[in-house]
C-alpha cells in the first residue's frame, strides 16, 4: 500500500531529495516549483486541456454528442452518456457536480499517443500546472529542433507528437537544459528505450487489459503506478481508474463523503463500489470537488 500523501518513488520529481535539488547545470532554467499538500490538487492537466466542458442534461434522453456540430475532437467516448447517467443514480450528491462542470473534457476526443503522452506525465509529475505546461513547451521546442522530419500528428498544446528515436540523441544535460530534472531526464530516456524497442506498441497497448498494462509500463524505470492511472485516464480514457494514492483524489473524498480525515485505500475503494465500473469519470469530478467549494457538506 502507498504511503498517504506521497507518490511511489519512481512518481516523484527529485527535486525533494537530498541530492540534485541545490546545483544547477549552466544555462538551466530555474527550477519549477514542485506541488505540495498546499497547492491546488486539481490534476494538472485540467489546466492546459480542458476547455469549459458543455453542459450535459439531467434528462437520461438528452445525449452529449448529439450536436451536428460536434467534431471527431470532442466527440465523447461510447460510454459516456451512460456514465453520467449511472453516476447520477447511484450517487445523489454527483447530480449537482454533472450539472455544474459538465462532462470531464479529458473523456472528449480521440485517445492519444501513447508514447507522447507517458513522456508528458513524466513532465508533469509533482509540479503545478503552468510550471509543468512551461517545461514541457520548452522540451517540444528541443525536440523539434532536434528532428527534422515532422511526422504529421497533433497534440493538443504542442502540435508535435513525439517519438523515441530523436530524444535518444539528447543527451541528459540537454534534456535537463530545458527544466527537467535529472531524474526525470532519465526516466524519459528510459521510456524512449523501451518504446524504441517495439516491445509495446500503440495496438498492443490498446489490447491489455488494465491489470496487464500497469504490470508492463511499471517494468520502465521512472514509469510508477500513479503515472500509468493517469496515462489510463486522460490518454486511453479508460472508464474505471481509481487512483487511491492521488492527493487531489483523497482530498475530494474527504469532501464528498463528509469524512473526518483523508481515506487510505480500502476506504476509497469501499466508497467508490457504487460508482463501479465509472469510477474514472467520478475520480475527475473529485478532482474538482478538491479545488473548488463543491461539497455538499452544508
Same mark, same amino acid.
Given at each position: 500500500?502507498?504511503?498517504?500523501?506521497?507518490? /511511489?518513488?519512481? $512518481?516523484?520529481?527529485? %527535486?525533494?531529495?537530498? &541530492?540534485?535539488?541545490?546545483?544547477?547545470?549552466? @544555462?538551466?532554467?530555474? *527550477?519549477?516549483?514542485?506541488?505540495?499538500?498546499?497547492?491546488?490538487?486539481?490534476?494538472?492537466?485540467?489546466?492546459?486541456?480542458?476547455?469549459?466542458?458543455?453542459?450535459?442534461?439531467?434528462?437520461?434522453?438528452?445525449?452529449?454528442?448529439?450536436?451536428?456540430?460536434?467534431?471527431?475532437?470532442?466527440?465523447?467516448?461510447?460510454?459516456?452518456?451512460?456514465?453520467?447517467?449511472?453516476?447520477?443514480?447511484?450517487?445523489?450528491?454527483?447530480?449537482?457536480?454533472?450539472?455544474?462542470?459538465?462532462?470531464?473534457?479529458?473523456?472528449?476526443? /480521440?485517445?492519444? $499517443?501513447?508514447?507522447? %503522452?507517458?513522456?508528458? &506525465?513524466?513532465?508533469?509529475?509533482?509540479?503545478? @500546472?503552468?510550471?509543468? *505546461?512551461?517545461?514541457?513547451?520548452?522540451?517540444?521546442?528541443?525536440?523539434?529542433?532536434?528532428?527534422?522530419?515532422?511526422?504529421?500528428?497533433?497534440?493538443?498544446?504542442?502540435?508535435?507528437?513525439?517519438?523515441?528515436?530523436?530524444?535518444?540523441?539528447?543527451?541528459?544535460?540537454?534534456?535537463?537544459?530545458?527544466?527537467?530534472?535529472?531524474?526525470?531526464?532519465?526516466?524519459?530516456?528510459?521510456?524512449?528505450?523501451?518504446?524504441?524497442?517495439?516491445?509495446?506498441?500503440?495496438?498492443?497497448?490498446?489490447?491489455?487489459?488494465?491489470?496487464?498494462?500497469?504490470?508492463?509500463?511499471?517494468?520502465?524505470?521512472?514509469v510508477g503506478l500513479w503515472t500509468v492511472q493517469m496515462f489510463m485516464m486522460f490518454t486511453l480514457k479508460r472508464a474505471n481508474?481509481?487512483?487511491?494514492?492521488?492527493?487531489?483524489?483523497?482530498?475530494?473524498?474527504?469532501?464528498?463523503?463528509?469524512?473526518?480525515?483523508?481515506?487510505?485505500?480500502?476506504?476509497?475503494?469501499?466508497?467508490?463500489?457504487?460508482?463501479?465500473?465509472?469510477?474514472?469519470?467520478?475520480?475527475?469530478?473529485?478532482?474538482?470537488?478538491?479545488?473548488?467549494?463543491?461539497?455538499?457538506?452544508?
Amino acid at each position: 500500500m502507498e504511503r498517504r500523501g506521497r507518490k /511511489p518513488k519512481a $512518481d516523484r520529481d527529485d %527535486a525533494t531529495a537530498k &541530492t540534485g535539488n541545490k546545483r544547477k547545470t549552466p @544555462g538551466q532554467p530555474k *527550477a519549477a516549483a514542485t506541488r505540495t499538500s498546499g497547492d491546488s490538487p486539481l490534476h494538472p492537466y485540467f489546466s492546459d486541456i480542458e476547455a469549459p466542458p458543455p453542459k450535459v442534461s439531467r434528462d437520461s434522453q438528452t445525449q452529449v454528442g448529439d450536436s451536428a456540430s460536434d467534431s471527431d475532437t470532442k466527440r465523447p467516448v461510447p460510454f459516456l452518456n451512460e456514465a453520467l447517467v449511472q453516476l447520477r443514480q447511484r450517487d445523489p450528491a454527483m447530480g449537482p457536480l454533472i450539472d455544474r462542470h459538465g462532462p470531464p473534457a479529458c473523456f472528449l476526443g /480521440p485517445s492519444g $499517443d501513447p508514447f507522447h %503522452a507517458l513522456c508528458r &506525465t513524466i513532465v508533469y509529475q509533482q509540479l503545478a @500546472g503552468k510550471a509543468a *505546461a512551461t517545461i514541457f513547451g520548452r522540451f517540444t521546442d528541443l525536440y523539434i529542433k532536434t528532428t527534422s522530419e515532422a511526422d504529421g500528428k497533433v497534440d493538443i498544446g504542442t502540435g508535435v507528437t513525439l517519438t523515441p528515436e530523436p530524444l535518444l540523441s539528447l543527451s541528459i544535460e540537454e534534456l535537463r537544459s530545458v527544466g527537467l530534472s535529472n531524474q526525470k531526464a532519465n526516466y524519459i530516456q528510459n521510456v524512449a528505450r523501451y518504446f524504441s524497442t517495439g516491445q509495446v506498441t500503440a495496438s498492443s497497448i490498446a489490447e491489455m487489459n488494465d491489470e496487464t498494462l500497469i504490470k508492463e509500463l511499471t517494468s520502465i524505470k521512472g514509469v510508477g503506478l500513479w503515472t500509468v492511472q493517469m496515462f489510463m485516464m486522460f490518454t486511453l480514457k479508460r472508464a474505471n481508474v481509481l487512483p487511491v494514492g492521488d492527493l487531489g483524489v483523497r482530498k475530494g473524498f474527504m469532501k464528498h463523503f463528509k469524512l473526518k480525515a483523508l481515506p487510505n485505500a480500502r476506504e476509497m475503494e469501499t466508497l467508490a463500489g457504487p460508482w463501479d465500473p465509472f469510477r474514472s469519470l467520478a475520480c475527475c469530478y473529485m478532482w474538482r470537488v478538491a479545488d473548488t467549494q463543491d461539497t455538499m457538506m452544508d
